[in-house]
């Protein structure tokens, strides 16, 4: 697999990482941890070397089953996790110094390592300064216990202000053919900045496969139960968009899947999503995606079928929306 750079950051990586969240977290009941190291492991064997985890995945189980699976091969992979929640019995943000510093030796131990490739403020915390959180990442680079500086769904404002501290790496918010925020005021400041772009959910949290409709039933354990998104109504609204890929996706002989990751590929060539999977051969198709070139029409018709469709339903709730480009 082609690699690609993150930015000006000089951290290379493939131009498909994998998200490894689904394997324990958000999405029903988790693996067994010996399919979710085969999986992992398969995913390095076909070329991926960027690897994304975080310690509120589980919570902690991600991380742990990442190094565990990652652990023999840690020198060919990048491995990125993220701070910034209260876990336990607090609830919401927290981003103090301290606490940063203690997820950082936390997550080292459970991802069997001693440098953390990139390191992510999961959500932007409003009770702590942007700046003081990046200097003490910066502190952490310093030390050599991180080597990159992440943000994830963090405003323009937020943006700049962190990097003028401590160099941002990448950004890490979700982008997809049927979440296209980011094009407005994020991927010119991005570009302008040399920071790295990798879009979470790039197939929708599975929607953009074509695998769900309005009839789909959900795990009482899956979050996409409470997604505006999701709702039966808004499924059945959504169809048309799912419909419109997969004609495209008969047409250049692919899977939507594969026409949804290709056309990320081709907005930036500094961007990198990590779609996750549990099965192995949706792994195998995903990164079928990297061979795939979308010529100018074929990105001319994309964007012609995403302007005449609406995209029905917000993708949080109102409580969680608030925790989004602050």
Known sequence: METRELGSSGL???????GCMGLTHAYGTPVETRVGIELIRAAVEQGVTLFDTAEVYGPFTNEELVGQALAPVREKVAIAT???FAIGGASGMDSRPEHIREVAEASLKRLKTD???????HRVDPAVPIEDVAGTVRELIAE????H???????????????????VTALQSEYSLWWR???????????QLGIGFVPFSPLGRGFLTGAIDADTTFDDKDFRQGLPRFSAQARQANQALVEAIAAIARDKGASPAQIALAWLLAQKPWIVPIPGTTKLHRLEENLAAADIELSIADLQRIDQVLARIDVHGARYPERLAKQINR
Do not use: C, M, N, W
């Open 144 to 147: 050599g216990k991180v080597k």
């Open 82 to 84: 993220k701070f910034g």
């Open 181 to 191: 925020e980011p094009e407005q005021d994020i991927l010119p400041l991005l570009e």
């Open 115 to 121: 440098r953390i490739d990139l390191f992510y403020q």
């Open 12 to 18: 290379q990586v493939s131009a498909l990482g994998l």
């Open 149 to 167: 500086f992440g943000l994830s769904e963090a405003s323009a404002d937020t943006i700049r202000r962190a990097h003028a501290v401590q160099p």
